[in-house]
């Protein structure tokens, strides 16, 4: 898939998020590479080889460990073509379902939601 029409794929889950996540959302930045780098991997305990198993990856402080005086650069979503393109392979339906379900995964770190929670709720 064109890097452009994934581009749209992400943008659109964005805007289809409940207005009630996006009003908290601040100082986030929503990036898309191919692939995790090696430091992307090993810091949600990956091996390097499993590139393709990370589909998705916040770097921030959670909202729930921050303090009252709390100033720091951008948070970060990063979104990872290849493995998602990966895992649906051809059916851009499927590719749009798990850009939304990604997204969704990751904003729920940023708000300290965890992947046990997540798991609990159906987003694992």
């Not at 959302?25 to 590139?51: A, C, S, Y």
């Not at 073509?81 to 590719?95: A, F, S, T, V, W």
Request: proline share 5%; charged share 35%; aromatic share 8%.
């Amino acid at each position: 898939m064109q890097e452009e029409r994934f581009s749209d794929l992400v943008a659109d889950a964005l805007d289809t998020l409940p207005e009630e996540f996006l009003e908290r959302m601040e100082n986030v930045e929503v990036l898309i590479e191919d692939w995790p780098t090696r430091d992307d991997l090993e810091e949600v305990g990956l091996d390097p080889r499993d590139k393709a198993s990370l589909l998705g990856l916040y770097h921030g402080v959670p909202l729930t460990h921050r303090g009252q005086f709390y100033s720091a650069l951008p948070d970060r979503i990063t979104i990872f073509q290849k493995p998602i393109e990966r895992l649906c392979g051809d059916d851009e339906d499927e590719i749009r379902e798990q850009v939304r379900h990604t997204v969704i995964h990751e904003i729920a770190h940023y708000y300290g939601i965890d992947d046990d929670r997540l798991d609990e709720l159906g987003y694992d």
